[in-house]
């Protein structure tokens, strides 16, 4: 396990030897080699503690942690393996699955058309989606679910994209194409009143994204690489299947099963890649810390005095409409105090700060992010096994590591 303040590439002894040699890209080297003159956070030790501490208790087989300050890396932490069996330890270049951390790219697409003026966030979505009307409203007409629902997840469509599954071994991860879903709207129906309240949907975002292929006449994937992540410069984010020359970074993912027979405990290894089908738009990012790392810098606007990252990062979307992705509109049921759904991002608030960011569970992995914009403070956690064991505690430690995150973040945002 490893646990250092960074400063400069030589704190990278993980990286790959060909990644080494490919040179990352400029953009990428202030967000993982440089701390410069950053300070660590005082609590950082008692935060990775606890983070070990959970990783031990989950039986997680690898995770990473990562805080960031003004867009720099200030404290990195590897604990366990990317891959257990070939003895393969978790390090900066390792590649995670991100799940629905990928609902912020899509939402940021959509807001990028906005500000093109391709698209108002009131629009009726079944103006580029008619199929939808084939679902049931008791409310009213589906017409009058708009873009914006969509974003913040008050439109009241079902949570899951494929509510049907038994959990046999040959069924398919999630539907592959946008037929079957097509197919499942004559026998859903919307579930609430729509804007009325919070209720998370992962086909929602399967709409937006069709949304955004209707009007640029590009794939979604494409749509994000060339408007998103081009100007941002990451490389080692992809989609689908791992390209061969990142495939030695990839993790495995995991799951701590029960066996049916003998009641024993066991851990499942599912191996690297899996098809996430027709889910991609709402959960199918893969890459290091360090792509995850730039985003949030985007997000923060931590571009100090570079202009010239500045002006790339107004090209990705300009600061005033990414305020406007954080208003809260519903609060969160079950949350503490007045933690609430914004645009695609959540909001939460401890100690008198508040976070924007957002959380991952997809196959065996997990993950949160969360971003402090006024002291442009930040953390990043992903972990590459999940309890079908014990999913209640399971869960209850994650959200207890995040909170211990995010009070280390409240308490050097304060100093």
């Known amino acids: 396990m490893a646990s250092t303040p960074r400063a400069g590439v030589e704190a990278f002894p993980y990286l790959l030897p060909t990644m080494r040699a490919m040179r990352l890209p400029l953009l990428l080297l202030p967000v993982l080699a440089a701390s410069l003159t950053a300070q660590v956070p005082r609590d950082w030790p008692a935060l990775v503690r606890a983070f070990d501490a959970y990783a031990a208790s989950d039986s997680i087989v690898g995770a990473s942690l990562v805080v960031l300050r003004d867009g720099r890396e200030v404290a990195h932490h590897e604990y366990g393996f ?38 108002s966030l009131d629009d009726p979505v079944t103006r580029w989606i008619p199929e939808l009307r084939q679902i049931h409203d008791s409310f009213g007409s589906i017409d009058a679910i708009t873009i914006r629902m969509l974003l913040g997840h008050s439109a009241g469509f079902q949570s899951p994209t494929w509510p049907y599954s038994e959990g046999r071994p040959w069924e398919p991860f999630e539907p592959t194409r946008w037929e079957q879903l097509v197919a499942m709207m004559p026998y859903q129906e919307v579930l609430f009143r729509p804007d009325s309240r919070f ?25 994000v690489y060339k408007n998103l992540w081009g100007p941002l410069g990451l490389t080692h984010s992809y989609f689908a299947g791992t390209p061969y020359w990142l495939a030695e970074a990839r993790s495995n993912n995991y799951f701590l099963v029960r066996d ?25 990012w893969n890459a290091p810390l360090g792509d995850l790392a730039t985003w949030l810098r ?28 954080w208003r809260s509109r519903f609060p969160i049921p079950g949350e503490a105090g007045p933690d609430s759904v914004a645009l695609s991002f959540f909001v939460v608030h401890r100690a008198q700060h508040r976070f924007i960011g957002h959380t991952g569970s997809q196959a065996g992995f997990r993950s949160f992010f969360y971003i402090d914009p006024v002291s442009r403070t930040g953390v990043i956690a992903a ?32 100093r």
């Open 298 to 325: 985007f997000l923060a606007g931590s571009a100090g005095a570079d202009t010239a990252l500045a002006r790339r990062f107004d090209v990705v979307l300009r600061r005033t409409s990414l305020e406007e992705m």
């Open 260 to 284: 049916s027979v003998s009641g024993a405990l066991w851990m499942q290894d599912n191996g690297r890649d899996f098809d996430p089908g027709i889910t991609i738009p709402n959960g199918g």
């Open 82 to 119: 990317a891959d257990r069996a070939r003895g393969i330890r978790t390090s900066p270049a390792t590649i995670y699955h991100w799940a629905s951390i990928t609902k912020t790219l899509t939402a940021v697409a959509i807001l990028q058309l906005r500000d093109r003026g391709l698209l």
């Open 383 to 414: 972990f590459n096994t999940s309890n079908d064991v014990h999913p209640d505690s399971s869960a209850a430690g994650f959200n207890a590591v995040r909170d211990a995150a995010l009070a280390m973040l409240a308490a050097a945002g304060s």
């Open 199 to 223: 209720g998370y949907s992962n086909p929602g975002f399967i709409y937006l994204a069709r949304i955004i292929e209707a009007i640029s006449g590009d794939p979604w994937e494409g749509y």
